[in-house]
């Protein structure tokens, strides 16, 4: 059974800075592991991804050179690390993996078959 538990997130104030974790168990093989974000009334939008087979990311232009994604394959657990916080970057930030993902349609989140249980980031100016 694959279980995805995040943690890190909090309060901050604009310009500070938040590292997630969400740690990945029960795959047996290669996976695709996304960060998405909702904030309250919004759709929920594609942070970042990270393909664990060749360590390959991607990030959504909002996020681009403030936020850095990596993994720690011996732990099974995949950081984001977010920097330079906007108040809109204010959302449950939630964890999602898959063993495949096409990158075409990297954003869509009804494609991720797993989900942690999500962790509040609060931005304030």
């Known amino acids: 059974e694959v279980q995805l538990v995040e943690s890190g997130g909090g309060l901050v104030q604009a310009g500070g800075s938040l590292r997630l974790s969400c740690a990945a168990s029960g795959f047996t093989d290669h996976y695709a592991i996304g960060w998405f974000r909702q904030a309250p009334g919004k759709e929920r939008e594609g942070v970042s991804l990270i393909i664990s087979s060749d360590g390959s990311t991607y990030y959504a232009d909002s996020v681009k050179g403030r936020f850095t994604l990596s993994s720690d394959n011996a732990k099974n657990t995949v950081y984001l690390q977010m920097n330079s916080l906007k108040p809109e970057d204010t959302a449950v930030y939630y964890c999602?993996?898959?063993?495949?993902?096409?990158?075409?349609?990297?954003?869509?989140?009804?494609?991720?078959?797993?989900w942690g249980q999500g962790t509040q980031v609060t931005v304030s100016s």
């Open positions: 999602a993996a898959d063993r495949s993902i096409p990158i075409a349609t990297k954003w869509a989140y009804e494609l991720y078959e797993y």
